[in-house]
């Protein structure tokens, strides 16, 4: 079972690696969009960043939106990139899912504001979905010196028709490793669960 699981969240990692013969298509591309819109009054924007990884700089990891039923594919994001998407305001629940280890974030967003969340690689852990707070001597607030170049070095990109291609051909396993996502969250405490949790006052005007 573990075995299968490893391969299944490998597959849906949608890794850009090169192997042997010609290159697979990409699972990203670059955005169409190059600036970055202020949010609607009826939708929340999310900014998830990718902005180092030096270990595996080829990785591109599947951010994925896991609120209902379905799991949606939002982007494929490499090594220094952002997405941005738009969603309804209230409770959500997130996905960061690439080899064996993939990791939930639950999000509370406002109508009308900005939320950064940053894909933090992790060697050999994969990449856990870290929301940006406001304030905080934490690594993962807007105090933190490097923020400004995460957002400003990072390139737009978008997943690509190949990326939801490959979605769709392996749903099942898509499952898979959703539930066994959930059942690593359900094991955290609540001091840790809060830390993975995107809440309203996280918005950033930036």
């Known amino acids: ?13 949608l890794s850009a690696c090169a192997s042997s013969g010609p290159p697979p298509p990409p699972t ?3 955005a169409t969009a190059t600036t970055l819109s202020a949010p609607p009054a009826d939708k929340a924007q999310i900014i998830f960043l990718q902005p180092k990884n030096l270990m595996m700089p080829l990785a591109a990891v599947g951010i994925y939106d896991v609120t209902d039923t379905d799991m949606t594919l939002l982007s494929m994001l490499p090594t220094h990139s952002k997405s941005v998407h738009l969603v309804t305001p209230g409770a959500h629940r997130f996905m960061a899912a690439y080899g064996a280890h993939n990791y939930l974030m639950d999000a509370n967003v406002e109508a009308g504001k900005r939320y950064y969340v940053v894909a ?10 870290r929301p940006i707070r406001t304030s ?4 993962f607030s807007v105090e933190n010196p490097d923020f400004a170049a995460w957002v400003s070095k990072t390139r737009f990109v978008e997943k690509s028709p190949e990326a939801d291609l490959l979605h769709a051909k392996y749903k099942v396993g898509n499952e898979t490793v959703k539930a066994a996502a959930i059942a690593d969250l359900l094991k955290k405490t609540p001091e840790q669960r809060a830390e993975l949790t995107l809440n309203k006052e996280d918005a950033i005007a930036q």
């Not at 075995?3 to 969240?9: E, G, H, N, R, S």
């Not at 905080?136 to 690594?139: D, E, L, N, R």
């Open 136 to 139: 905080g001597k934490a690594g």
């Open 28 to 30: 990203f591309i670059d």
């Open 120 to 129: 933090r690689f992790i060697y050999g852990m994969g990449f856990q979905l």
């Open 1 to 13: 079972m573990k075995k299968t699981l490893i391969m299944v969240a490998a597959i849906l990692a």
